[in-house]
């Protein structure tokens, strides 16, 4: 079965954007970004809220600019051809290989898992991820964690009610100091 994962760029304090909307303090080095582009190649599909959506459509036309870096002109071109599915109630359409979701996040990862395919089910977006945690949904919490204090701002994990426990899989640290964290949920 295709394992669900949330992957996102975190401050210390845990959050994903600070109180103001900016997340520039996300922006990787070389060596994270060609971490996180062998990330993206396990994936098998993307779920995405409205607005992580719209911030990566960036990578819809990035490989249209021949003056961009080898690493980031790949990234683009895994990036395109991904699968995506879109949770939107304002959008009525998307552009690139992506699709509208037709049901709700449960109905939608339980047909992707039922389906056969390679690669991870990708959440994207604290929202999204959100509701997926609240529904027992996430199997991975994989976080890019950087050394700053944010504040405040939309949270990385999820608010739940109840306790979860989280096996750790894997651990690294880049020469720029931001340590990955890959937590597996303990069923």
């Given at each position: 079965m295709r394992s669900v994962t949330y992957s996102m760029g975190v401050?210390?304090?845990?959050?994903?954007?600070?109180?103001?909307?900016?997340?520039?303090?996300?922006?990787?080095?070389?060596e994270v970004f060609r971490f996180a582009t062998d990330e993206v190649r396990k994936v098998g599909v993307h779920l995405l809220g409205r607005r992580l959506y719209e911030t990566m459509l960036y990578w819809e036309t990035a490989d249209q600019n021949p003056s961009l870096k080898f690493s980031?002109?790949?990234?683009?071109?895994?990036w395109k051809p991904l699968p995506k599915v879109v949770f939107s109630t304002t959008l009525?359409?998307?552009?690139?290989?992506?699709?509208?979701?037709?049901?709700?996040?449960?109905?939608?990862?339980?047909?992707?898992?039922?389906?056969?395919?390679e690669g991870?089910?990708?959440?994207?977006?604290?929202?999204?991820?959100?509701?997926?945690?609240?529904?027992?949904?996430?199997?991975?919490?994989?976080?890019?964690?950087?050394?700053?204090?944010?504040?405040?701002?939309?949270?990385?994990?999820?608010q739940r009610e109840h306790r979860v426990d989280l096996?750790?899989?894997?651990?690294?640290?880049?020469d720029s100091r931001v340590v990955y964290l890959r937590y597996r949920v303990a069923r």
């Open positions: 401050s210390l304090d845990g959050y994903i954007v600070g109180p103001d909307g900016d997340f520039n303090w996300t922006a990787p080095d070389e980031t002109l790949e990234f683009a071109a895994i009525s359409a998307v552009q690139g290989n992506a699709r509208l979701a037709s049901g709700g996040l449960a109905e939608e990862i339980e047909r992707l898992r039922a389906e056969p395919g991870d089910i990708a959440i994207g977006g604290a929202t999204l991820a959100a509701e997926a945690a609240a529904l027992g949904l996430i199997d991975e919490y994989r976080a890019r964690v950087y050394p700053v204090l944010v504040g405040g701002g939309i949270s990385f994990f999820p096996e750790l899989v894997e651990t690294r640290t880049f």
